[in-house]
Nanobody, 124 residues
Framework: QVQLVESGGGLVQPGGSLRLSCAAS????????MGWSRQAPGKQRDLVAR???????NYAESVKGRFTISRDNAKNTVYLQLDSLKPEDTAIYYC??????????????????WGQGTQVTVSS
């Protein structure tokens, strides 16, 4: 199957910055959309940003102008640059990706995978 591993979370003061990374591994043959979602305690998981294979992006209104999503297709990696962080950005951030992977003689199959999450805490 396909595994996603996030890194880059941590504790930062309001107004600070972080850069999250998420690398996909496995017998991947193609990746379509990659994205980031977040879940704060007691709340549902919400989409933060996503990027297509062609580079088209969209963002949640609450992060527009502060967060930037990008990807390195050669490395099967998606990034999220978090700037001007606010306490309300505190959450577990999850990456996800969908595409196809190689299953040997069965040919390619679709995948839709999530990472384990990385904690972002914004506090003074």
């Amino acid at each position: 199957q396909v595994q996603l591993v996030e890194s880059g979370g941590g504790l930062v003061q309001p107004g600070g910055s972080l850069r999250l990374s998420c690398a996909a591994s496995g017998s991947i043959t193609s990746i379509n959309t990659m994205g980031w979602s977040r879940q704060a305690p007691g709340k549902q998981r919400d989409l933060v940003a996503r990027i297509t294979s062609s580079g088209s992006t969209n963002y949640a209104e609450s992060v527009k102008g502060r967060f930037t999503i990008s990807r390195d297709n050669a490395k099967n990696t998606v990034y999220l640059q978090l700037d001007s962080l606010k306490p309300e950005d505190t959450a577990i951030y999850y990456c996800n990706a969908d595409g196809t992977y190689y299953r040997g003689r069965f040919g390619d199959a679709p995948f839709d995978s999530w990472g384990q999450g990385t904690q972002v805490t914004v506090s003074s």
